[in-house]
């Protein structure tokens, strides 16, 4: 583990119960556009909001999951027509990841521009960053306190991030009452990838102290309260309990990135059309089964989390959860295990990682 470090955290993090009652005093007078998904409209969130504030000049309500250019391309260049000061994200981490899209601009350009930023066509230099207040309302991504963004290409067949130093948040607000609707399915996915960026954050080149003790209290409480919550969809308690364990794994991979089950990952959601949550999780048990009495750290770790050094725990819930660690359950025989292998070559999330396959 590195013992020389930095660790840099530039986002104001708030958590309480119905925090969104306040969001006048954050947003303080300046023009906002409001930024959420179809699946949390229903729930009469933009009405609520719109009187809790005069400040909302615009709204997009149909970001979708795993957001794509083609969509995010369209909806800039609408939004960009108005004059605005400052994005509100509340929704997922599709719906924070759009509006990380929808913040980087220039005066004379369209998105195109932020388009080629991240396909890699333009330098990531001379663009301006709208700021952003960002309310999760999955207990999952972190998004709202890292600095990159995941955009999907689905004709490619692949995933592109936008990665720059300064593309944190303002503010990010953890409610977790705000997530007593996600229905069964979500919670598991989103808790499976809050505990994926914590494991990944562990197995790590760039893992220090601070990421380590945090990463760790994150996965005790995945392991502590994911089972729980699924069985007891509606308690506060379990719900808050997952979602700082969403916000320690933020600020611990905020500071490492991820690792190899997240590179494998793109491969499995383009390919096969898994949710990010499943595909950056089912192959943890097997990682782990990698890792263990190579590095120190990692076992002290891997202790503290599991209590034994093993990845029994962890299979024990991902089958409770009914969620199968073979790459054949997800269509990936040998051959195209082969292909997913291929897809790793230069990635920069392998190159991170303490665990090879
Ligand atoms: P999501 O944002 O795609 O949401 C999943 C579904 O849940 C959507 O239909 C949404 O409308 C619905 N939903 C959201 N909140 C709800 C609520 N409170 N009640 C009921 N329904 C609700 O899912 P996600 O897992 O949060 O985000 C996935 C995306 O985040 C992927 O594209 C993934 O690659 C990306 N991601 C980004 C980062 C990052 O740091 N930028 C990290 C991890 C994952």
Same mark, same amino acid.
């Given at each position: ?175 977790? !009452?705000? +997530?007593?609707? /996600?229905?069964?399915?979500?919670? #598991?996915?989103?808790? =499976?990838?809050? *505990?994926?960026?914590? &494991? ?10 601070? !990421?380590? +003790?945090?990463? /760790?209290?994150?996965?005790?409480? #995945?392991?502590?309260? =994911?089972?729980? *919550?699924?069985?007891? &969809? ?124």
């Amino acid at each position: 583990m590195n013992q020389k470090f930095s660790y840099h955290m530039p986002t104001k993090i708030v958590s309480a119960n119905n925090e969104l009652d306040n969001i006048a005093k954050y947003i303080n007078g300046r023009k906002t556009i409001l930024i959420t998904s179809q699946g949390f409209l229903k729930r009469g969130f933009v009405d609520k909001i719109n009187t809790l504030t005069n400040s909302i000049v615009d709204i997009v309500t149909d970001v979708k999951s795993h957001p794509e250019f083609k969509d995010l391309e369209k909806t800039y260049n609408q939004i960009h027509k108005k004059e605005f000061e400052l994005i509100l994200a509340i929704g997922g981490g599709s719906v924070i990841d759009a509006s990380k899209f929808f913040s980087v601009y220039d005066y004379k350009k369209d998105a195109k521009f932020v388009t080629d930023m991240i396909k890699g066509n333009l330098p990531k230099e001379k663009y301006k960053l709208i700021p952003t207040i960002s309310i999760p309302t999955t207990a999952g991504t972190g998004s709202e306190i890292t600095p990159w963004a995941t955009i999907w290409d689905m004709n490619e067949k692949k995933k592109y991030s936008l990665h720059l130093p300064d593309l944190f948040s303002e503010v990010a607000i953890y409610d977790p !009452t705000l +997530t007593l609707s /996600v229905p069964k399915g979500i919670t #598991i996915q989103t808790g =499976l990838d809050t *505990l994926s960026h914590a &494991l990944e954050s562990i197995w790590n080149k760039n893992a220090n102290p601070i !990421t380590i +003790t945090y990463a /760790v209290k994150s996965a005790k409480l #995945i392991m502590q309260n =994911l089972l729980l *919550l699924c069985q007891n &969809l509606d308690s506060l308690e379990y719900r808050d309990n997952i979602m700082k364990a969403c916000m320690y794994a933020g600020l611990a991979f905020s500071n490492t990135q991820t690792a190899i089950a997240h590179a494998m990952s793109y491969y499995i959601t383009a390919h096969k059309g898994i949710d990010h949550g499943i595909a950056c999780s089912f192959t943890l048990p097997m990682l782990i089964d990698n890792v263990i009495g190579k590095y120190d750290f990692i076992d002290e770790s891997l202790m503290e989390i599991f209590g034994e050094l093993s990845s029994d725990k962890l299979r024990k819930l991902l089958k409770r959860l009914d969620i199968s660690t073979e790459f054949s359950d997800y269509g990936i025989d040998e051959r195209e295990f082969k292909e997913l292998r291929n897809s790793l070559k230069n990635n920069q999330r392998v190159a991170n990682s303490l665990v090879i396959i």
